[in-house]
């Protein structure tokens, strides 16, 4: 049986991310297709864990740690479950992989992107998502939604504009680089536009 297709959502806090996946999620189960929704950091019990340590606001963790916090916790998800699930034929849709690690602790944290790359290689071994969908949006407007919620930030989302405006950049840089990979999607639309240019983006992979 061939590897079955990681697809991956990215984009900075805001951007709709884990609305899109659930539309997908739906949209795809539909049309027929086993498919698995996880995130990141998490997915298991040990990523779990970490994800607890990484967005409480209460700790302060140190931009080296964090990036290799990420790291450990991709490193536990892709072994205990993404491999295993990409054997079996399941077509996996994945909230957060490498690309944030780039953006948020390479160019948000100005850890360099090489570095974190290196970093994430190690402990993925290697594994690349099929297809990455990239949520773009003002970081103004992701941040003004992330007001809306109501909720508690963590302790990312408390950064200031700077640091937001860094991770954006990046993305977009990362999507100039990876264009066959990357397929940017206007955040600003609504859900039904969003959903119908991501289905438009994986279409070849279904």
Same mark, same amino acid.
Request: glycine share 8%; no cysteine.
């Given at each position: 049986?061939?590897?079955? @297709?990681?697809? %991956? ?7 709709? @991310? ?36 990484? @967005? ?29 699930? !990409?054997?079996q034929g399941t077509l996996i849709l994945l909230d957060r992989f490498v690309d944030?690690? !780039? ?7 100005? !850890? ?43 302790? !990312? ?16 840089e990362l999507a100039d680089e990876e264009p066959e990979r990357i397929r940017p999607?206007?955040?600003?639309? %609504? ?16």
């Open positions: 049986m061939a590897r079955s @297709k990681l697809i %991956t959502i990215e984009g900075i806090d805001g951007a709709g @991310k884990s609305t899109l996946a659930g539309a997908l999620v739906r949209e795809l189960t539909a049309r027929g297709r086993q498919v698995e929704l996880l995130r990141e950091p998490g997915g298991v019990d040990v990523s779990e864990r970490i994800r607890a340590l990484v @967005k409480d606001p209460a700790l302060a963790v140190a931009p080296r740690a964090e990036a290799l916090l990420y790291a450990a916790a991709r490193a536990q998800l892709v072994q205990e479950l993404l491999s295993p699930l !990409l054997e944030s690690s !780039l953006a948020y602790q390479g160019a948000g944290r100005e !850890l360099g992107v090489e570095e974190v790359r290196h970093i994430n290689e190690f402990a993925t071994a290697g594994l690349t998502p099929d297809r990455t969908l990239l949520l773009r949006i003002d970081p103004a407007l992701g941040r003004a939604r992330q007001d809306e919620r109501a909720l508690q930030p963590d302790r !990312l989302e408390r950064e200031g504009e700077r640091f937001f405006a860094r991770i954006a950049a990046a993305y977009d999607i206007d955040a600003g639309q %609504t859900l039904e536009d969003v959903l119908r240019d991501a289905l438009a983006a994986i279409e070849d992979l279904l």
